[in-house]
């Protein structure tokens, strides 16, 4: 079992800067891949980015692209994303995802094994 625990969220400024933290901890050796979704009030949970073992491959969604980079320290269990000019539109609730199960994408969320609680990302106009 894996337990992620997610910071880093709070309210910015249209333009401004987040970065967020996931610490894993449990059996993280087996863990194959790490991602972050989001969801905003009313809308379905979507994929952001994810990070494959190792940071062999990352992934984004289109939205994000030149915006927020993933990244992962495995030595600390840590994986981030850091948020550049962010918009009203990245306003939502920020989670962070592990391990996705054999034959997953990481662009579905049913493909997850292990969530954490979120943390909220608030962008004013």
């Known amino acids: 079992h894996v337990q992620l625990v997610e910071s880093g969220g709070g309210s910015v400024a249209a333009g401004g800067s987040l970065r967020l933290s996931c610490a894993a901890s449990?059996?993280?050796?087996?863990?194959?891949?790490m991602g972050w979704f989001r969801q905003a009030p009313g809308k379905e949970r979507e994929a952001v980015a994810a990070?494959?073992?190792?940071?062999?491959?990352?992934m984004y969604v289109d939205s994000v692209k030149g915006r927020f980079t993933i990244s992962q320290d495995k030595a600390k269990n840590l994986v981030y994303l850091q948020m550049n000019m962010l918009s009203p539109e990245d306003t939502a609730m920020y989670y962070c995802?592990?391990?996705?199960?054999?034959?997953?994408?990481?662009?579905?969320?049913?493909?997850?094994?292990?969530w954490g609680r979120g943390t909220q990302v608030t962008v004013s106009s």
């Open positions: 995802a592990a391990d996705l199960i054999a034959g997953g994408s990481w662009a579905f969320r049913s493909d997850f094994r292990y």
């Open positions: 449990g059996d993280t050796y087996s863990v194959n891949c």
């Open positions: 990070i494959y073992n190792g940071g062999t491959r990352t």
